[in-house]
């Protein structure tokens, strides 16, 4: 969202929604609250699960499912099992490492294997 008090998703729906007009979006939110499924918008958050947690889990372990991290995950989940590289790019805290070690550990274990290796600039 919202950097400098300039909300930039509203603006990239704005400009979206002006050069696809033929397209028919809900009547609320912005394109980033939807995904398309069977030709139907559908809200991330119809697909966010609940969170299984014990006090035994680490909480650095846990990746807390909001429509953000759903939506993060399912593109990068797609990007990677079709062999596309991916980069994020966002403020110190703002999620990207979680998220990241969050997708990997969902996938297939018999078809991917990772390594984390933490860069600073």
Request: proline share 3%; glycine share 8%.
């Amino acid at each position: 969202g919202e950097v400098d008090g300039v909300d930039y998703r509203k603006q990239f729906d704005k400009w979206w929604r002006g050069e696809m007009k033929s397209i028919k979006y809900p009547g609320k939110g912005t394109i980033f609250d939807f995904f398309v499924q069977d030709a139907h918008w559908v809200e991330w958050e119809k697909i966010v699960t609940k969170l299984a947690y014990t006090s035994d889990t680490p909480m650095g372990d846990v990746t807390v499912p909001t429509t953000e991290t759903v939506a993060m995950s399912t593109f990068m989940t797609h990007l990677v099992e079709q062999k596309y590289p991916i980069m994020l790019i966002g403020l110190s805290g703002c999620g990207k490492t979680q998220n990241s070690v969050g997708m990997l550990k969902s996938l297939d274990k018999e078809v991917f294997t990772w390594y984390m290796i933490n860069f600073n600039f």
